[in-house]
């Protein structure tokens, strides 16, 4: 694995907290790798239960690597995400995220900005949930009782197109601005996370990436890799080398987290429905403003009327810029 920052804590194994209500135990791997085309590695990462998370820096020269790599050491210092604790709230999440921001803006000037997703393992009531967060085009994916499916909706251009209608997420894939970003920390005017809250179901599995790695994989392939694989590490391995086999374009960065020995977990499935149940789900970690709509897939409807500019609100739109990840 070469370059990356990546901070990691110990592969599992052990239940953490003594005496919690549910004991989940976690299983996990990780891995980065600079690609075939790329000077830098930009990502950065976290693997270190309860926190799993991946950012990816842009900017150049530089400025993407000590962004992503200080929204990572802000993550990793919130008392909330310490060691073995499950009482993380999407608030305390939002704070730390707001606070990455801010750092980030102060060291580059606002010139450098990175992408963060990830999970965090939380417990409302004794019941344990993945309480998943994004900002940016970096992606979480949940394998779960067979079921596969990205969890984060990409904050891009091309998400935006799709979600409208107007291209194909086939289309999407290859279209020349699949790397606008519309949302970024440290750089930009929306900052804003979204987050979900999906019970854990017993052999979970949850990846963690950077588009180095969904550019180059389709998802039937990081669903088959991760169905047949059972060891987290050497599924990371895995996806990793079939990153670099179809080019390498950019940095790959992958983390995966299994969860074992679920006790009384919740019934309700919400997973691909990520939000549906923000407004009456009342386990629900509450954001306290409005930006943070209870339904962050919802983007604002894009424009059809006007060709050169975005949905409004949206960088593209006047008086902003997209953001663009430096692809070599
Ligand atoms: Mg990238």
Redesign the pocket.
């Known amino acids: 694995m070469s370059d990356g920052a990546g901070i990691a804590g110990t592969q599992a194994g052990d239940p953490t907290v003594p005496n919690a209500p549910s004991e989940v135990r976690l299983s996990f791997g990780f891995g980065t790798d600079r690609g075939l085309r790329r000077e830098l590695n930009?990502?950065s990462f976290l693997a270190a239960d309860p926190i799993f998370a991946v950012a990816?820096g842009?900017g150049g020269h530089e400025a993407g690597e000590v962004a992503s790599r200080e929204c990572i050491s802000v993550l990793s210092q919130q008392e909330a995400l310490a060691a073995g604790s499950r009482t993380a709230t999407a608030v305390d999440l939002q704070q730390a995220l707001r606070q990455a921001d801010f750092r980030i803006r102060e060291v580059s000037n606002a010139r450098a900005g990175t992408t963060v997703t990830g999970v965090v393992l939380v417990e409302e009531r004794g019941v344990p949930y993945w309480l998943v967060f994004n900002v940016g085009d970096?992606r979480t994916y949940r394998l779960g009782q067979g079921a596969f499916g990205q969890v984060s909706v990409d904050h891009s251009e091309v998400q935006e197109l799709v979600d409208g209608g107007f291209i194909t997420p086939a289309e999407a894939l290859v279209h020349p601005r699949r790397h606008v970003v519309t949302r970024a920390l440290g750089t930009g005017t929306d900052t804003e996370a979204d987050f979900w809250l999906v019970p854990v179901e017993e052999g979970d599995r949850m990846l963690v990436c950077?588009?180095?790695l969904t550019a180059e994989v389709t998802d039937e392939q990081i669903h088959r890799a991760l169905s047949t694989l059972p060891h987290p590490q050497d599924a990371v391995d895995s996806l990793i080398q079939s990153a670099l086999r179809s080019g390498g374009r950019?940095?790959i960065t992958v983390v995966i987290v299994d969860a074992h020995n679920i006790t009384g977990g919740a019934k309700e499935d919400t997973l691909t429905k990520p939000t549906a149940s923000a407004e009456t789900e009342d386990t629900l970690p509450r954001i306290p403003d409005g930006n943070a709509s209870p339904a962050p897939h919802h983007l604002a409807p894009p424009a059809t009327t006007n060709d050169s500019a975005g949905p409004a609100g949206m960088p593209g739109a006047p008086g902003s810029s997209p953001l663009e990840?430096n692809h070599g």
């Open positions: 930009e990502d990816d842009m970096s950077s588009d180095g950019d940095n990840e």
